[in-house]
């Protein structure tokens, strides 16, 4: 359910209803904060719903940022890794979570739900990944301030983002022999040196390096230059090396299919691109195209991992 006071939860009852026989559907989250939706899902679609109560519904207001709403959203996401460890549950969606509420809630070492996934079940290098229905992109930093990219730009993390990608877009997107393109950090990709080192000093060796290994790998291109020519389809990911390298163009380009997964866990985890958005929760207005896209793209490529 994510935030219950956000639009986890009503994104989450008009998807439900839109994706009929599509999956077996396990809700967690709160019951009392679903019955009061002012247009709940017809129940037309079932679903088994797992009700930790741990929300004080009669104080419960939609659009508060809360450290016990973040507390409750811990323990959604704990009880389904639990399911997930167990095999009770295939994939996993998650609905958006505040940063700046999780920042208030004093709960030690949650930073984000990839982080706690990636933490929960010992993965060093998970990769973000935001995709719409004409881009995907890799990040090489996810939430970092803009002044600390470059500090962050390791061999070794440039190479574990390429490999996770590549074997990712082929387990989960059946997509053979993936044609990758990595951004430059610096405008035009620095002009070979002249607007910045980075380029020539750690990305350009690196990937002569994992050329050998992977065939289709290009780059680093100046940013613009690659995100046009894999929205002209002739790249299948985009390498970014910050987050709003690849959220500009993604917002640009679809609005409301944007998903982020998470590659390199053992099991399939997907979210709608956009936030708690708590200045339209509970007022029916929230749209759930996101989060139908992303349960969309959790089955898919949750059933292309089986056959892998």
Do not use: W
């Not at 010992?122 to 500090?151: C, E, G, I, W, Y």
């Not at 990758?180 to 390096?209: F, Q, T, W, Y």
């Not at 500009?248 to 380009?253: D, E, G, Q």
């Not at 979210?271 to 749209?287: E, K, M, V, W, Y």
Request: with cysteine; hydrophobic share 40%.
């Amino acid at each position: 359910m994510g935030d219950p006071s956000g639009i986890g939860p009503e994104i989450l009852a008009k998807a439900l209803d839109k994706l009929r026989g599509l999956a077996d559907f396990v809700v967690i989250g709160d019951g009392g904060v679903i019955n009061k939706l002012k247009n709940k899902t017809r129940n037309s679609q079932k679903f088994i719903l797992i009700d930790l109560k741990n929300v004080e519904i009669k104080k419960f207001k939609f659009g508060k940022i809360s450290p016990e709403y973040v507390k409750a959203a811990y323990e959604y996401l704990k009880k389904a890794a639990d399911l997930l460890k167990y095999k009770q549950i295939d994939c996993l969606v998650t609905c958006p979570v505040s940063k700046e509420a999780i920042n208030l809630s004093g709960i030690k070492n949650f930073y984000g739900q990839t982080e706690f996934l990636a933490k929960s079940f010992k993965v060093k290098d998970a990769v973000m990944m935001l995709l719409n229905d004409r881009l995907k992109f890799s990040l090489l930093t996810r939430h970092t301030p803009l002044a600390q990219v470059p500090r962050q730009l390791k061999r070794r993390r440039i190479a574990k983002t390429i490999e996770i990608t590549y074997a990712s877009l082929e387990k989960l997107f059946s997509i053979k022999n993936p044609r990758l393109v990595v951004c430059g950090l610096n405008p035009h990709a620095s002009d070979n040196g002249l607007i910045g080192n980075e380029e020539n000093r750690i990305i350009k060796p690196e990937l002569e390096n994992l050329k050998k290994k992977y065939k289709f790998l290009y780059g680093p291109l100046s940013s613009d230059v690659a995100i046009l020519k894999a929205y002209q389809k002739q790249f299948d990911c985009v390498i970014a090396m910050y987050h709003d390298q690849a959220l500009i163009p993604l917002k640009l380009s679809s609005q409301y299919t944007g998903i982020n997964i998470t590659l390199g866990l053992p099991f399939v985890r997907t979210s709608p691109l956009h936030g708690t958005a708590f200045d339209l929760a509970g007022r029916n207005c929230a749209d759930p195209r996101g989060l139908i896209e992303a349960i969309k793209l959790a089955c898919r490529c949750t059933s292309s991992l089986k056959k892998n």
